[in-house]
């Protein structure tokens, strides 16, 4: 049962006494003695002086900071300059002021994957699959994606003029004002009549809710999709879908995983500076007794590590997928006195179980991250993937077109249409538990082997790639050095004088002349044991 306004008052509560990841001015503990800046004051003065041409000293400044970021060997540290600080908080809190769209570049168009719910760019008409021709009358071609969201987004309450052309074909100018833009974090598995649809199975009840990433927000969309769910048929199963979810907020991850939890650790957080500490799960739970089933794989990273791990670690909940990313580390953003921020890592996140998330801090090589349920584990591969992303696409975005038809609890339509295999063998496995009350064995292998066998896997592949820009580098050489050199003659003996070797391109233009001594003039070649006399 769903005490909502209960929940809702908790909710807060634990928003506010759980943040972690801060926006501060940030104030050295331990200053270093004046002697550490003295080589870094000597190079800059000698340079700023004597340097040939005049350095630009604020990139000085600038690659100074990024190569100490640099020489932390942390691969989500990073300094944000004052010019870049919108657009980081933007990603960070997924909130910003702007049209209110997902745009992607398709064969160099900004292309309109679809107007997002209740924005400014839906009620002006913007459509899914428009192209973006103009900006405020200037051309929305040869820039970047960036450079053309820059001009896309402004204060709330301006505007901004688009020339669209729509799918059919015809072109209109449209006037969008500016609003204030949430990103919407949770979803359903289609749109129907640009509503989401939360059934995966109005038989047995059983509810399918996707997260993308963690916002501060989505603990309250979270809340408000189950109770849609709940509304139109009582949930008696959720599969909650946290595939491709990079993370985010480890404040909302946390709430999330308190509100299906009884008891038990959430997760534990340690680090050089931070005082260690554990969150432990409060009673008041929603959907006490309803089973529950998390779709992971591996790009399923941090904040959804967490949800997805202490739900696992405390029986709450099976998991079914691949060995997620394996990000278990907490960043702090910091605030610059100077100007700028800087992100760093401060502090590592632990399982209830004892397990380590972040591959890259594991005291055990083969273990990180969370793994499936022992027979649950469904691969995917990248192709596999990438169709599967591309044909749920039509499904997801706002249109007056309606999709192809979906019959809840039909797993053939999942694997037809939206060539998604692991969530049909989701709806399998709920179905199975409703009925036995265990989790079925759709799968023999082992979730540990296969976790450390996928990691070598795309180790191996990207191997595979250097190799590949080797080659392709050697082979470019090659066909430089034969437009270059057309015939080098080389005497197969040597004398006591010294031998002349002359190299001409096609034309017969003489590139230069080389001395060699006496010997192997083919070894002293390959050496570069050359010593040049005249160069034309």
Excluded at 140 to 161: F, N, Y
Excluded at 232 to 247: A, F, S, T
Excluded at 295 to 322: F, H, K, P, W, Y
Aim: proline residues 4%.
């Amino acid at each position: 049962m769903i005490h909502r306004a209960k929940y809702l008052q908790g909710l807060l509560v634990v928003l506010a006494t759980l943040c972690i990841v801060k926006l501060s001015i940030a104030i050295t503990s331990s200053a270093p003695s004046y002697e550490w800046f003295d080589p870094l004051i000597d190079v800059r003065g000698m340079l700023v002086d004597r340097h040939l041409q005049d350095p630009d000293q604020e990139a000085m400044q600038k690659a100074v900071i990024e190569a100490m970021v640099e020489s932390l060997d942390d691969p989500y540290a990073l300094f944000v300059p004052d010019d870049k600080e919108d657009a980081f908080i933007k990603d960070l809190e997924g909130d910003y002021a702007g049209i209110g769209a997902e745009v992607r570049m398709v064969d160099g168009n900004l292309t309109i994957i679809t107007p997002m719910e209740e924005s400014p760019a839906l009620k002006a008409g913007v459509q899914a699959g428009d192209v973006v021709e103009k900006i405020d009358h200037e051309p929305a071609k040869d820039a970047t994606i960036d450079a053309l969201i820059d001009r896309l987004t402004g204060p709330v309450g301006t505007e901004v003029v688009l020339d669209v052309t729509h799918r059919d074909g015809s072109i209109e100018q449209l006037t969008v004002v500016r609003g204030h833009i949430r990103s919407q974090s949770v979803t359903g598995i289609v749109r129907k009549n640009q509503q989401w649809s939360w059934c995966l199975d109005d038989v047995n009840g059983i509810a399918y809710i996707r997260i993308r990433q963690f916002l501060d927000t989505t603990p309250q969309e979270l809340l408000d999709a189950i109770q849609l769910a709940n509304d139109v048929v009582p949930i008696k199963g959720l599969v909650l879908d946290l595939r491709e979810n990079p993370g985010g907020s480890l404040p909302a991850a946390i709430t999330i995983a308190n509100m299906f939890l009884k008891e038990g650790t959430i997760v534990s957080v340690s680090g050089r500076r931070t005082e260690s500490r554990s969150w432990e799960a409060q009673p008041d739970t929603m959907l006490n007794d309803v089973p529950m089933l998390v779709l992971v794989n591996n790009t399923s990273a941090s904040a959804s590590e967490i949800v997805s791990g202490s739900l696992q670690a405390n029986d709450r909940a099976a998991i079914l997928g691949m060995r997620t990313f394996g990000k278990g580390s907490v960043q702090e953003v910091m605030e610059l006195a100077s100007g700028g921020m800087l992100k760093f890592t401060t502090a590592r996140y632990d399982l209830a179980n004892g397990r380590t998330i972040d591959k890259r801090l594991s005291d055990d090589s083969g273990l990180w991250g969370v793994d499936p349920t022992s027979g649950l584990v469904i691969r995917e591969t990248r192709e596999e993937t990438l169709e599967r992303i591309r044909s749920r696409e039509p499904f997801i975005v706002i249109t007056d077109d309606e999709p192809e038809a979906f019959a809840c609890g039909d797993r053939d339509w999942i694997v037809d249409v939206l060539k998604d295999v692991q969530l049909a063998e989701g709806l399998v496995a709920m179905q199975h538990y409703l009925e036995q009350e265990e989790w079925p064995i759709l799968s023999e292998e082992d979730p540990v082997l296969v976790g450390v066998t996928e990691e070598m896997t795309a180790l191996a592949k990207d191997r595979i790639e250097l190799l590949k820009s080797l080659v392709e580098i050697d082979n470019q050489l090659t066909e430089l050095q034969g437009e270059v050199v057309e015939e080098v003659v080389i005497p197969d003996e040597v004398n006591d004088s010294n031998n002349t070797i002359t190299l001409t391109d096609e034309e017969g233009n003489i590139i230069g002349s080389w001395n060699v001594s006496r010997g192997d003039v083919k070894g002293a070649l390959q050496s570069l044991m050359l010593e040049q006399t005249t160069e034309e």
